[in-house]
């Protein structure tokens, strides 16, 4: 397995990866719209990276995350938005590696930490976490605005 940064030849498979993330979350495996893709991910101003775990031509899942300021006092820190591995290919490692993988990452920018949420009702996703050595922050609630 390999974990690679999405490039704009990717952005087919990122397509039907969104939509096979909706559909684990009960909505439709409708793919994710590829012009939308493109624009956030390789235009001008992305506002996100996409890793892909792979083995050989498969794509094994993904992780996409966005730089946040500030962070502690002038700090930056990554955000995980997404981590998704395909059911074929769950609980064999790839979680893991693209965890690392995004940590690496937040490293080599200079981030001094990396949040994200999961859902309260994933206890394999909640396990999954305390295993990398993470902490539910107590204190914080999610909000959403629609725009």
Request: proline share 4%; with cysteine; net charge negative.
């Amino acid at each position: 397995m390999r974990i690679e940064k999405a490039t704009e030849a990717d952005t087919e498979v990122i397509s039907r990866l969104l939509g096979e993330v909706e559909s684990y979350y009960g909505g439709s495996d409708t793919p994710g719209d590829p012009d939308q893709i493109r624009g956030a991910l390789f235009g001008e101003h992305p506002v996100a990276t996409v890793l892909l775990a792979r083995a050989g031509e498969d794509v094994l899942g993904f992780a996409a995350f966005s730089m946040v300021w500030p962070a502690a006092g002038a700090g930056t820190s990554l955000f995980l938005k997404e981590l998704f591995v395909r059911e074929a290919h769950r609980r064999g490692g790839v979680a893991r590696r693209l965890m690392e993988a995004v940590q690496e990452a937040g490293r080599e920018a200079g981030c001094t930490r990396l949040d994200w949420t999961a859902d309260a009702d994933n206890p394999a996703a909640l396990d999954f976490y305390r295993g990398l050595g993470a902490e539910p922050r107590a204190g914080k609630i999610f909000h959403r605005l629609g725009l």
